[in-house]
């Protein structure tokens, strides 16, 4: 029984701990013919890896990817691809002290308590160390939309660090890419840096919420019931290390509105239906409308922190414990990247899901 990969058609498999020698992942379903390359990949994972500012970890991780198989002359051959990001900033021993205890917030003793044995080694398979290989993954995805859907794009940034929110009247596309914490509110990246500073000084943390756009997604990807486009949105992005809560469109905040204000009305434009607005976040009934697709996920605050906290032994003795070694005061920062590669993989899934089904065929209007 694995519980390593995801996916319908366009299936991904990871491997490999924070710790080990590699991670990596196996691209199985991804289309013939698509133009793929290692430098393609790394322009992704450059967004991801560690060490390129003080509000990451100091990991110094070159998170260089290897195509072992399944692309050849710069085209995937259809065939299962592997990719391979080598781990070479280990420092094993930061984590000595912990190996008989648990470490609040971590899932050291969930993994315990199932498995009966651990890597203590910066958590293994439980470290965020493991996205870098989602995110090789989603850049063989983006490629293949490239392909299928020029017009696509996804486009992931932060909206809240802590009580923080941002001011959506500042909104900038352009801004997302000039701070290193990947948000639109130019004035918010200046206010986050002064509060994650002095986070990071004391040797605490902070969580974040990340939103995740695609546009340019025609109507009529997903399923009803039980294959739909955002439930495996939903899946995709929860199944990210410290996410504790997903949303698609208004979310939660649907609870609060009324049925004259959710409900988005539907006018015939020039080239098909529009819409005066998008509480639905660009999906109903589980299928995709033609408008942007809007998720939003939650990151709790990082556990690996430099404060004391209690906790017991894997005997049940009681013990105090701080988490040594180099960790993010804000793991959302290094989340947005990754939540933009699940998209890519989910929307891919969905369109080679929907070619199967439909054939591309559509119900007309007008």
Not at 339 to 344: N, Q
Request: proline share 5%; hydrophobic share 35%.
């Amino acid at each position: 029984m694995s519980m390593n990969t995801f996916g319908h058609l366009f299936r991904v498999t990871t491997w490999g701990e924070s710790h080990g020698p590699a991670l990596g992942a196996t691209v199985d379903g991804c289309p013939p013919g698509v133009p793929v390359d290692e430098a393609m990949l790394q322009h992704w994972l450059d967004k991801r890896k560690p060490g390129q500012n003080k509000f990451t970890t100091q990991r110094r991780e070159p998170d260089q990817v290897k195509i072992l198989s399944g692309v050849f002359e710069g085209r995937t051959t259809g065939t299962s691809i592997q990719l391979m990001i080598e781990n070479t900033d280990q420092r094993s021993k930061d984590y000595g002290d912990i190996a008989e205890k648990f470490r609040p917030g971590h899932a050291d003793i969930t993994y315990w308590q199932k498995y009966g044995i651990r890597d203590y080694r910066g958590g293994g398979r439980s470290s965020a160390r493991e996205t870098a290989a989602r995110v090789a993954a989603g850049g063989v995805a983006r490629a293949a939309l490239a392909e299928l859907m020029p017009g696509l794009k996804i486009t992931g940034y932060m909206v809240q660090m802590g009580p923080k929110v941002i001011d959506r009247d500042r909104f900038d596309w352009d801004e997302i890419a000039r701070n290193p914490f990947w948000t639109p509110d130019p004035q918010a990246a200046t206010d986050w840096a002064d509060y994650l500073d002095e986070l990071r000084k004391d040797g605490n943390s902070v969580g974040a919420v990340i939103e995740v756009t695609v546009s340019g997604t025609p109507a009529g990807l997903g399923a009803p019931i039980y294959g739909k486009l955002d439930t495996d949105l939903a899946a995709a992005m929860m199944s990210i290390n410290a996410v504790k809560g997903v949303e698609i469109g208004e979310g939660m905040a649907a609870a609060a509105l009324t049925g004259v204000d959710n409900a988005d009305e539907i006018l015939m434009g020039e080239d098909g239906p529009v819409y005066t607005t998008n509480h639905a976040g660009g999906i109903l009934g589980g299928i995709s409308t033609g408008q942007d697709i809007v998720v939003r996920f939650a990151v709790k605050p990082t556990s690996s922190i430099l404060t004391t906290r209690r906790t017991i032994t894997k005997s049940g003795e009681p013990a105090e414990i701080i988490t040594k070694g180099r960790h993010d005061p804000c793991v959302g920062i290094r989340a947005v990247p990754v939540g933009e590669a699940m998209a890519a993989c989910v929307v891919l899934d969905h369109l080679l899901l929907d070619r199967g089904q439909t054939g591309g065929v559509r119900g007309p209007i007008g």
